[in-house]
């Protein structure tokens, strides 16, 4: 079979031989530099549990640095005197260079995080470049407004009243590993419309894609310290940037156990803090549904991703006319998933992440089968090397048991059977998390009504999965604070100042 071995591939493989020594340097300030305590880690092939590069791991000292860069850069670097069109052209300039890197960088993602490299070809950096050009429009429409105030306790003064938009300062992003390019994207997209700086730390599992993209921000024109690029664990360099006193806001998306820590972090000196987090999410599938669309729909909902992704439809609620013909069909599409490593050309599901990420999923499918949980498809670990699952369709479920209660993270659908529209709203509804929702359904009327009861950030109707970068994303209950992508993000990235000046 033919692999794909791109130069990218070639270079951060040479790492294993030994004929790259060199550990990949992080970005701070303009330059690449190793971390100041000397330290690095290995980033893993999932798909085969072997180091492929060596990155510097940075700590406390070295997100102080890249602070100290992106504070000089927002108060009185070159950044703070563009104009809002020069920053929407800098984001063009580098949606072009992604676009035109497009073939490397879905390698270097496949190679990383384990994804089938078609996925991160047609999902991953093409979404990626979309985001950049999308934010790139916003740089020169973020405004205030005037207002005609009254001021009761001055009569006949006049005034003139207006608000302004202004970056809220230095960010720090935290991003998993899930769409690690995409993350990034998400997160810079916003910050840099805005006029903002940022300390960017990738997850320690899948640095390499936001370190190529901090080698085409250098190439697209930013001045230095705009875009600092961090590596490093989530214990070090993340809790450093989280309660560093230089940081104005920090962004987060990843676990909500997490998600608690950094809102921790945060409070001490009250930082802006938005978070996109876990999800368990429901997806109906009405008794006038169209299977022909449910059935694969449902599949594509948890298998996309390998499972990983925090809105993946994980809690599959069918009508009981349809339960045992929607399980057949789900389970049949499991069985002919084909599993293996993200650069085969003919791979559908690549590894998990990472070995914790494996016997995690694994400890879910153990304590589902324990608690009485039948897998109809899957159910296991698939060959010995690697960290792959097999899809899997799990039934007999029942509220309160941990697979049904909580993320797992993995290739896992609880298939659940229900008689009434308010029964499955109810049980939709409860659960700690609300990132997304799906409903199947040809009734238009069922289609608004379900969309409207249940408490999640977004809802799609015949569909699922469907992003779009003008479209907001982000979680109602323990699932988040704020909206990415859309108009919505600018809000996380601005301060509203008002105005008012005695005529
Ligand atoms: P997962 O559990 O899916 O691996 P995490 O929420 O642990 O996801 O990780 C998401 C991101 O958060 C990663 O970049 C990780 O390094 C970072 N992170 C993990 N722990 C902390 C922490 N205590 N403080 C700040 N960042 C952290």
């Known amino acids: 079979m033919k692999t794909t071995k791109s130069a990218a591939v070639r270079k951060h493989a040479a790492a294993r031989n030994g004929s790259a020594p060199k550990t990949r340097p992080m970005l701070i300030d303009g330059k690449w530099v190793q971390a100041l305590g000397g330290g690095s880690f290995p980033t893993f092939n999932p798909a085969t549990g072997e180091p492929i590069a060596n990155i510097a791991a940075g700590d406390k000292a070295d997100v102080d640095l890249a602070v100290k860069a992106a504070r000089a850069a927002f108060e009185s670097g070159p950044w703070s005197r563009l104009t809002a069109s020069e920053r929407g052209r800098l984001l063009l300039k580098l949606a072009d260079l992604l676009e035109k890197n497009l073939e490397e960088f879905a390698t270097l993602e496949s190679l990383d995080n384990g994804k089938p490299i078609g996925v991160a070809r047609v999902a991953d950096v093409p979404l990626a470049v979309d985001l950049f050009r999308y934010m790139a429009g916003w740089a020169t429409k973020i405004h205030g407004r ?182 057949d069909g789900v389970s049949a599409a499991a069985r002919k998933i084909k599993v293996g490593p993200g650069h085969l050309p003919d791979t559908d599901m690549g590894p998990l992440v990472s070995e914790e990420q494996l016997n995690r999923v694994m400890g879910f499918l153990k304590s589902g089968q324990d608690e009485g949980a039948k897998a109809v498809a899957g159910g296991a670990r698939e060959g010995k090397k690697g960290y792959f699952v097999q899809p899997t369709v799990l039934v007999n479920t029942k509220p309160g048991m941990k697979v049904i209660e909580e993320e797992i993270f993995g290739p896992v659908v609880c298939a659940i059977p229900f008689s009434d529209p308010a029964e499955v709203i109810a049980a939709a509804n409860n659960n700690i998390y609300g990132l997304a929702a799906a409903v199947w359904t040809s009734n238009v009327s069922r289609a608004h009504t379900l969309a409207s009861a249940l408490r999640a950030g977004t809802v799609w109707v015949n569909c699922y999965n469907i992003f779009d970068a003008a479209l907001p994303f982000g979680g109602y209950k323990q699932s988040g604070w704020g909206r990415e992508m859309g108009e919505e993000a600018l809000a996380l990235y601005t301060e509203t100042k008002a105005v008012c000046i005695r005529l």
């Open 146 to 327: 005037t207002f005609p105030i009254s001021v009761p306790y001055a009569p006949g003064a006049q005034f003139f009243a207006y608000t302004q938009r202004e970056p809220v300062g230095v960010v720090g992003q935290i991003i998993p590993w899930n769409f690690p390019l995409l993350m990034a994207a998400w997160k810079l997209g916003p910050a840099l419309a805005t006029g903002c700086t940022v300390v960017l730390k990738p997850a320690e599992q899948t640095p390499l894609t936001a370190l190529r993209l901090g080698e085409l921000i250098q190439e697209a024109g930013f001045p230095d310290g705009v875009v600092n690029i961090v590596t490093g664990f989530g214990e070090t360099a993340g809790a450093a940037l989280a309660g560093h006193p230089g940081i104005d806001k920090v962004a987060f998306t990843g676990s909500t156990e997490v998600g608690k820590i950094i809102v921790r972090a945060a409070a001490k000196d009250l930082k802006k803090v938005s978070l996109e987090l876990g999800g368990k999410s429901p997806n109906i599938i009405l008794d006038d549904a169209d299977l022909e669309t449910a059935i694969p729909g449902a599949a594509s909902a948890i298998f996309f991703n390998h499972g990983q992704c925090c809105c993946a439809g994980s809690r599959l609620y069918v009508h009981k006319k349809h339960f045992d013909t929607v399980v």
